[in-house]
């Protein structure tokens, strides 16, 4: 494939790679330094011929252009299975990751609302009371002027991405996904429990400003449908079920 556009940019080929780069991208593993060595020198040589800036913010610019306009093949985009291995910038990676798709809940009822919120996740364990009732007023009026067009009681799959800076405080991911679950079922007026496959997530990226995606559609996880005989028939290899009654203090 070949693209120009208005700067004079041409779209890489994956034949345009070295033999030795080109069989690597055919393997589960690509040698995604060496690639990424590639790409920047025929950025480089673009930004020569048209006389062109070669900074980091044109750089980025000339990445995700390629994602667009660019061979497939590179797999520097390859939505939605998500096959990268190489990704134009942090906020791309961020970006994409956050919306997985999810293979376990297909649901006749498609929708899918890929929900951003730009606020930095807290800690359920972690923070005062005053402070969580602030973060689940902060959440309450964010979705106050949005739609997600779920009926309550509808089964739910959540998938949660946090992005973190790596040089702040850490955060364990069940305590920020109690913070954050609590403030959204009670934003949209729904049951937690109708969450029935919850997906997690954190993301590292030097950053200033950390923040939330949220990705949530109908599950048909337990629809039940895709079960040809409804029965049970498991073959314990083990020597038994645990029973916790022989794990209490004894009296």
């Known amino acids: 494939m070949s693209s120009e556009n208005v700067s004079g940019w041409r779209g890489l080929s994956v034949n ?4 030795e780069l080109q069989a690597s991208l055919r393997t589960e593993f690509p040698k995604a330094g060496l690639i990424a060595e590639w790409l920047k ?16 913010d044109q750089f ?50 498609g929708q899918i609302h890929f929900i951003p919120i730009r606020i930095t996740p807290v800690s359920r364990q972690a923070v005062t ?46 305590n920020m996904v109690k913070a954050l679950q609590d403030a959204v079922s009670r934003a949209l007026d729904f049951n937690d429990k ?26 048909a996880i337990n629809s039940g449908g895709d079960v040809i005989l409804p029965v049970t028939n498991h073959r314990w290899l083990s020597s038994g079920a645990l029973d916790l009654k022989n794990y209490m203090p004894k009296t």
């Open 194 to 219: 109708y969450i029935q496959h919850l997906d997690l997530a954190k993301i590292y990226i030097p950053n200033d400003e950390e923040y939330v995606y949220i990705r949530m559609q109908v599950s």
């Open 41 to 56: 020198s025929q950025f480089e040589q673009q930004a020569d011929h048209t006389g062109s800036s070669k900074d980091e």
């Open 16 to 19: 345009d790679l070295p033999g």
């Open 60 to 109: 980025a610019k000339w990445l995700i252009w390629q994602e667009i306009n660019g061979d497939p093949n590179l797999r520097l985009r390859k939505w939605p299975s998500l096959h990268n291995f190489l990704f134009s910038t942090y906020s791309t990676k961020a970006s994409l990751l956050a919306q997985r798709h999810c293979r376990l809940c297909a649901s006749p009822d």
């Open 129 to 174: 009371g005053e402070v969580f009732k602030a973060f689940q007023a902060a959440i309450a009026d964010w979705f106050a002027t949005r739609t997600v067009d779920i009926p309550k009681s509808s089964p739910r799959c959540v998938a949660v991405t946090f992005v973190l800076d790596p040089t702040k405080r850490d955060r364990d991911l069940d």
